[in-house]
Structures are given as C-alpha cells and as structure tokens.
C-alpha cells in the first residue's frame, strides 16, 4: 500500500466530486449529482462516487464538504445547501467504506490544496474565499490550515442587511451578497426576470463593481483579523467574475484593511479549479494517517 494514494472527495451543493490523489496529482475522477432528497441518500450516494474509483491500495478517503465540523468527533455539526445536520461523518462513512475517513469544511480544503499547490505556494498567512452557490473560506495560519469553522461566507457585513439563504437564519452575511446566487439576483433586478450572473460577467456589467465593493470590505477585515499576505478568490462564479470584482474590491480593501496592509495584500485567481477540493481533502487524508 502507497500512504501517497489517497482518495479526495468535493460535496458540492449541486455535484459530488471524487478521485485518486497520488502523490498531489489527480489520476482518475467521477462525478455524481448530489442526491439531497435525505441525509442516508447523500451518504450513500457519496460511498458510492468513491467505490467507482480503484480502490485498490488507497490509504484513506478524505472528504471536503459544506459543512461545519466537529473535529474533536469528526461530526458534520449543519449545511446551509445539502441535507447534513449533526451526523458522525467519519464513523458513516468508515463504517461504508471499510477504510481510514477523514473530514474537512470543503472551501478549508480547497484553501489548502491552493496553499500548498495553487496560488498560495510561498505564503505564510493566506485565506482562500470560494463564490459559488454560496460563499466559502479557508485560512492558513502561520504555515498551518486553520481548523476551526471558517464559515467566512456567514459573516456579517451589512448590519440588519438582505436575508442569507438556506438554512441560515442571518441577515447582511457575506454570502447573500457575493455569492453566484446572489450574482443571479442581482441579474435578475438589473436585466430582467431571465438573466443570470454570466449575462452581467458576458457584459461587463458596472453593477458587478457593487459586488466587488462587499467582496473588499470583506477582505479588508479578513486582513485585519489574520494578517494575510494573499488573498485567493475561487469557485464558478469567483473566478468567471475575477476580473470585473478586483478593481472595486481593490479599493475597498484599501479603505477597511489598517495600513499598510491594505496597500500589501494581494488578491489573486485560484489557480486549481474544480479539482482543489477534492486535492485539498486528500491532503487532510494524508495528514490524518
Ligand atoms: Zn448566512
């Protein structure tokens, strides 16, 4: 057996991503709509994604998903976008699959695989914001991922401001304002009932720049809580949008973040694309052995 062989799954809200990981490189993936009718259902159905792949020699199967976790008892603790509400993941999912689990947040999974192969290589202090169905982060702290919740798209940013979706109750969360489905909201308000987040990226609409406005202030106090040095922006509508978000988010960084960080951090592309998650939770599976 290859310690180096892992298996890394990415839960997303709409498609199930796995593959064998050998030695930080993706050798063979499926993917899977992700069945969100129960819970049994979604854990089944993500037993049955990694039983596709060769299962032969693999070391471990490490899971990023959107969820917050209790690391202590590898329990996924509630999703706003999937059917997960305080489940004892690892032992689920051992239990189906006869072999070592482990469980990470799956924006913390694609902020590590960044970190250590993507756009955050060379960094000490990096943070990794993911916008996609909603909005997701990672931190690297100091050298190390950091493992706490990091629900970063649920921190609030506009007080009493526009209601956050699924299962979050809040209200001016960064989530309900950056991320693609608030993307297509704002389409929708700008160009009409059929329009969506690509006809504004397709246009280079300027409402984008209001979009990058809450992405700055955003960063401008991640900057201020962590010290970050590098800033990633990644998921579908993230990186579809980068161009049109930075230059508003840019300035706004400069107005929130204390000097002189403002002027240093830098913001950058994700550079791994839809395969960081999955390559991220490898990497936890790895350092769980
Ligand atoms: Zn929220």
Not at 25 to 47: K, N
Not at 207 to 227: D, M, Q, R
């Amino acid at each position: 057996m290859s310690a180096n062989r892992v298996i890394g799954v990415d839960l997303g809200g709409t498609k199930i991503l796995a593959g064998v990981i050998e030695d930080g490189t993706v050798t063979q993936t499926v993917e899977h709509p992700t069945p969100i009718t129960s819970q049994d259902a979604l854990l089944d159905g993500l037993a049955k994604a990694v039983r596709e792949l060769p299962l032969d020699g693999i070391a471990a199967v490490g899971f990023g998903i959107p969820s917050r976790i209790d690391h202590v008892h590898g329990i996924a603790l509630g999703s706003v976008n999937t059917p997960l509400r305080d489940v004892p993941f690892e032992r689920e999912m051992e239990a189906r699959l006869n072999l070592p689990v482990a469980v990470e947040n799956d924006a913390t999974c694609a902020a590590y695989a960044e970190y250590v192969h993507g756009v955050g290589r060379g960094t000490n202090d990096f943070v990794m914001l993911t916008l996609g169905t909603g909005v997701g982060g990672g931190v690297v702290s100091g050298g190390s991922l950091y493992r706490a919740w990091t629900e970063l798209g649920h921190m609030v940013i506009v007080e009493d401001g526009e209601p956050c979706q699924g299962a979050c109750s809040g209200r001016g969360h960064v989530e309900a304002y950056c991320s693609g489905t608030a993307a297509n909201r704002l389409a929708r308000q700008t160009l009409g009932p059929d329009a969506t987040a690509h006809d504004l990226i397709d246009q280079s609409h300027p409402v984008l720049a209001t979009i990058g406005h809450h992405l700055g202030v955003t960063i401008g106090s991640l900057v201020n809580i962590f010290g970050a040095e590098r800033f990633a922006i990644g998921g579908g509508f993230g990186v579809a949008a980068f161009d049109q978000l930075v230059p508003a988010a840019r300035t706004a960084v400069l107005r929130e973040a204390l000097p002189t960080s403002g002027q240093a951090v830098e913001i950058e592309c994700a550079l791994l694309g839809a395969d960081a998650g999955l390559i991220g939770a490898g990497l936890v599976a790895l350092e769980a052995l």
